[in-house]
């Protein structure tokens, strides 16, 4: 069974950075997808972010609320993906997911907090 770790996430000042990491284990495709979702209490589960695991060197996406803040980013040989966030907005508050696309299957990490408060 497909493992996503996620780790990174805290408490952080309006303003401030954080770098959020995921890693995939237990599996071994070559062409995927990772990407971040995020979830705020009481809304529906939004995608952040998204890059491409395959031959090109990997397509990014990003939501429009997070471009030019965001980056997403991966390591093929660790099969992780990054996400670093600057200029954090308390309306960035949220627990974090990383998801992975395989063919027609998709895997779900556990969630990681990001809070943005002073």
């Known amino acids: 069974q497909v493992q996503l770790v996620e780790s990174g996430g805290g408490l952080v000042q309006p303003g401030g950075s954080l770098k959020l990491s995921c890693e995939a284990s237990?599996?071994?495709?070559?062409?995927?997808?990772m990407s971040w979702y995020r979830q705020a209490s009481g809304k529906e589960r939004d995608l952040v972010a998204s890059?491409?695991?395959?031959?090109?060197?990997?397509?990014?996406a990003y939501a429009n609320s997070v471009k030019g803040r965001f980056t997403i980013s991966k390591d093929d040989d660790r099969k992780t993906v990054y996400l670093e966030m600057s200029s954090l907005k308390p309306e960035d508050t949220a627990v974090y997911y990383c998801?992975?696309?395989?063919?027609?299957?998709?895997?779900w990490g556990q969630g990681t907090q990001v809070t943005v408060s002073s």
């Open positions: 237990r599996f071994t495709g070559r062409i995927y997808t």
């Open positions: 890059i491409a695991f395959d031959k090109t060197g990997g397509g990014t």
């Open positions: 998801k992975l696309n395989w063919n027609s299957d998709e895997f």
